[in-house]
């Protein structure tokens, strides 16, 4: 029996990214619909629907297809009229130049980023992605079983990651390097650039291990590459990928974000 997807998907690479036209995000979607940008989700674990033009509620309800939004704790720059909304209006940033994971100051951290824009630069300031997941395949078998039993650091304090002005919630926490997808099982890597040192390994076994780790997940065999358009709406996995927005650009950006999970 054949499945007919009710709308069209134009992948970005054999592994990674997909642009999906024919769905209207501003007004709800049938069942069938929801369900089958689930598992084109899953697949391509980025997807890009162009000129949407959602409103703050829309991009939340749009967000709520794969997964309930979430408040971030210490976020202060929320949009007046939906707080699960953080707004984003810069001259020039590079906060988010590195290959980076959201929410590491949490366990798990959230499953789902999501970005709107409003106004994009002229020219340049592009998004990358990386497959997390291809590039823990592409590791041999020895490294692979070595991996699972080390973890990174990272600060632990949420008011660095969200951009808010609260207490700190830790000094530090730890992640697995390797983590199973919670829909597939599937195995990936789970890396950021800020991870402070690896554990479960000596001091210099961990000085050359993470470099190599970081140099390896983000080579340009599991990337996309992706110019913003106003209105565009964007989601990705973010426990399967990891992402970098490039700082080449001059003039003003003005995006929203979601989270979820």
């Known amino acids: 029996m054949t499945t007919v997807v009710p709308f069209q998907v134009q992948q970005a690479s054999p592994g990674l990214g997909a642009e999906i036209s024919g769905v209207d995000l501003?007004?709800?979607?049938?069942?069938?619909?929801?369900?089958?940008?689930?598992?084109a989700f899953v697949d391509h674990k980025v997807l890009v629907f162009r000129?949407?033009?959602?409103?703050?509620?829309?991009?939340?309800?749009?967000?709520?297809?794969?997964?309930?939004?979430?408040?971030?704790?210490t976020a202060v720059h929320r949009h007046p009229d939906n707080p699960l909304v953080y707004v984003y209006e810069l001259e020039k940033s590079g906060l988010a130049a590195h290959w980076h994971v959201g929410g590491l100051w949490r366990t798990p951290p959230f499953g789902i980023e999501s970005l709107t824009y409003q106004v994009v630069p002229e020219v340049g300031g592009h998004t990358l992605w990386a497959d997390l997941q291809a590039a823990y395949d592409d590791l041999s078998a020895p490294v692979q079983d070595l991996l699972?039993?080390?973890?990174?650091?990272?600060?632990g304090n949420a008011v660095n990651y969200g951009g808010g002005d609260k207490e700190p919630l830790a000094a530090t926490i730890e992640h697995p390097v390797v983590r199973a997808h919670r829909v597939t099982g599937r195995k990936g890597l789970f890396l950021s650039h800020s991870a402070l040192r690896l554990t479960g390994l000596e001091p210099a076994e961990s000085q050359a291990l993470l470099p190599f780790l970081l140099a390896h997940a983000s080579?340009?065999?599991?990337?996309?590459?992706?110019?913003?358009?106003?209105?565009d709406f964007v989601l990705w996995d973010n426990l399967a990928t990891w992402h970098y927005a490039v700082n080449d650009y001059d003039g003003p950006r003005a995006y929203r974000k979601v989270i979820a999970g």
Not at 32 to 39: D, H, I, K, S
Not at 53 to 61: A, K, N, R, S, Y
């Open 219 to 231: 080579s340009p065999d599991y990337t996309i590459n992706y110019g913003w358009r106003p209105g």
């Open 51 to 73: 000129g949407q033009q959602l409103t703050p509620d829309q991009q939340v309800e749009a967000v709520r297809i794969f997964e309930e939004p979430f408040d971030h704790p």
């Open 148 to 155: 699972e039993n080390v973890s990174a650091v990272y600060d």
């Open 26 to 39: 501003t007004r709800p979607v049938d069942e069938a619909t929801a369900n089958a940008l689930r598992q």
